[in-house]
Nanobody, 123 residues
Framework: QVQLVESGGGLVQPGGSLRLSCAAS????????LGWFRQAPGKEREFVAA???????GYADSVKGRFTVSRDNAKNAVYLQMTMLKPEDTAIYYC?????????????????WGQGTQVTVSS
């Protein structure tokens, strides 16, 4: 079965950086788009970034220019490099497998999710 496991979260000061990783198994990884979403306490899950099977990328306006999504098909992994972090970036971050190969902003377009990793930005 498909499994997604995130890692790399933690506590970081404002202006700092973190790199999240998501290891995937049980799928033909290169055939699918992968996305990153986040959910802060009391808020709905929101799109952060995604990468298509052809390496096209898309970002939420709130993270554009600060976050970079990438993938390594040889390692079945997707990454989210986060820089210039702000307190409002604090959330649980989830990676998700798209139902197909294109980028979508809607969580409904993704059929498998990881368990999430906590990112806290605070001084």
């Amino acid at each position: 079965q498909v499994q997604l496991v995130e890692s790399g979260g933690g506590l970081v000061q404002p202006g700092g950086s973190l790199r999240l990783s998501c290891a995937a198994s049980g799928l033909t990884f290169s055939s699918y788009a992968l996305g990153w979403f986040r959910q802060a306490p009391g808020k709905e899950r929101e799109f952060v970034a995604a990468i298509s099977r052809s390496d096209s990328t898309g970002y939420a306006d709130s993270v554009k220019g600060r976050f970079t999504v990438s993938r390594d098909n040889a390692k079945n992994a997707v990454y989210l490099q986060m820089t210039m972090l702000k307190p409002e970036d604090t959330a649980i971050y989830y990676c998700a497998k798209h139902r197909g190969g294109i980028i979508s902003l809607s969580p409904n377009a993704y059929d498998y999710w990881g368990q999430g990793t906590q990112v806290t930005v605070s001084s």
